[in-house]
């Protein structure tokens, strides 16, 4: 049987990225979030399976749900890398199967783009019941087709964004156009794809025809994201426009340059996800500020794969890491530069402080630290010494005196102090 060139890219493309996403080696391939796996019923009583990722502290200010590509699975490694995007700005992502796909019940036989339609609409029920508002929708390839269509359906969403989607649902005939005949004379037909063999039948054409999306996006009034390749050999990058210009504002336009319709570079899968988290920010309610707890000034949580460590410390998120040289991914600064780094903000803040209340001209205060281990010059103490050298540039109408007095103050900051006092580490197991 003859296969169009477009049929075979999306073969390969997904064969390939199915194979990549269970190889836990890979680099890049982290997983520092909290992760539940979990069932919930579709609209006819079938249990899907789904995961749901949570930021570093447990606590989602809101959630997302994410729809991936057609025939795929939660399990692809483009949505750990996007969800995990999400999680760093404090937002919930639940994933999940389509009714016949992956884990979840049911027969993919019986499905069609509105049964898709109706599992996001489940999904987005399903976590407004149990655990807080799903208040956006992340859709990939056909899956953003189906948030699209599914928006209007759930009240609490309040912004979008698509991933490669194609403008209209019946695009995604051409995975099968060669077997269109035996469709329509038959009632059925299988299809091999991402090796694996679907049953198409009649309805899921049928269905597919009677959508019109386009229709349906002139009506929505919620934010929009759009994303797309200029290189997408899949999904034409002229479906985005075509949303675009349908679509009523607020709604903005991201071109992914130089990356392929399934994400597959991990880079790019990385940038997608930082793109929305911080999209969506402008179109979400803002999360409550929390007060501090004293047993929980910070929490850090570093997965089972590499050193990519997610980190809340008060209301701020961020991301620590050690140098690929060392198995690590470097996407943040390591342990012993935020150490530093406390060292010299909390030297730059106390000189600045002190200078305000005398009333000195300090413009402003720059603070270089390193740290290494170096041998101790004490003949009584054996081996090596961590060491931290700082060296402090102070801007401004200042005199020698002056000068002078700002240094002995940088010995006066509360870190550095802590750093020279004896300090009691007390570590014991949290009970889950």
């Not at 483009?78 to 884990?103: E, K, N, P, Y």
């Not at 269509?149 to 995975?175: D, N, Y």
């Not at 929980?296 to 140098?323: L, M, S």
Request: glycine share 6%; hydrophobic share 40%; charged share 20%.
């Amino acid at each position: 049987m003859s296969r169009s060139p477009k049929y075979l890219r999306l073969f390969f493309y997904n064969c390939i990225t199915n194979l990549l996403s269970n190889v836990s080696h890979l680099k890049y391939n982290i997983s520092t979030m909290k992760t539940t796996k979990l069932q919930f019923p579709n609209l006819q009583g079938q249990q899907l399976a789904a995961k749901l990722s949570l930021p570093v502290d447990g606590h989602a200010y809101t959630y997302a749900i994410f729809a991936h590509c057609f025939t795929c699975t939660k399990n692809l490694r483009a949505i750990r890398h996007i969800s995990r995007g999400l999680t760093q700005q404090g937002i919930g992502v639940l994933q999940f199967d389509f009714t016949g796909l992956g884990q979840s019940e049911g027969s993919f036989a019986n499905t069609n783009f509105s049964s898709n339609v109706d599992d996001i609409v489940a999904a987005a029920k399903f976590v407004n019941n149990n655990y807080g508002k799903a208040e956006l929708l992340v859709g990939h390839s056909l899956g953003g087709t189906a948030t699209l269509a599914a928006a209007a359906r759930i009240k609490s969403v309040k912004a979008m964004a698509t991933i490669g989607a194609p403008a209209e649902p019946h695009h995604v005939q051409h995975l099968f156009k060669d077997v269109l005949t035996e469709i329509w004379e038959k009632g059925a037909a299988n299809v091999n794809l991402s090796g694996r063999n679907f049953t198409i039948q009649r309805q899921f054409v049928n269905d597919l025809a009677s959508q019109s999306l386009l229709e349906t996006v002139k009506k929505m009034r919620k934010a929009l994201l759009i994303l797309h390749s200029p290189q997408d050999k899949i999904v034409d990058i002229n479906n985005s426009a075509r949303i675009y210009k349908a679509a009523h504002h607020p709604k903005s336009f991201i071109s992914l340059n130089g990356a392929d319709h399934l994400l597959m570079q991990a880079a790019d899968s990385l940038y997608v996800g930082d793109v929305i988290g911080s999209w969506a920010k402008r179109y979400l309610p803002a999360p409550a500020k929390t007060p501090l707890s004293t047993t929980q000034q910070a929490v850090v949580r570093t997965g089972n794969i590499g050193f990519t460590t997610d980190i809340k410390a008060g209301q701020h998120r961020f991301v620590a890491d050690e140098p690929e040289s060392v198995g690590g991914n470097d996407f943040g600064p390591t342990p012993y530069d935020l150490l530093v780094a406390a060292l010299g903000t909390c030297t730059s803040m106390t000189l600045r402080m002190y200078a305000d209340r005398k009333k000195w001209d300090l413009k402003s205060v720059q603070v270089h630290l390193q740290h290494q281990k170096v041998h101790s010059t004490d003949a009584t103490q054996k081996g090596k010494i961590d060491q931290i050298e700082r060296f402090i540039e102070l801007e401004g109408e200042l005199d020698e005196k002056q000068r002078q007095r700002l240094l002995e103050i940088a010995d006066r900051c509360p870190v550095h102090r802590t750093l020279h006092n004896t300090i009691v580490v007390k570590t014991s197991l949290k009970n889950s």
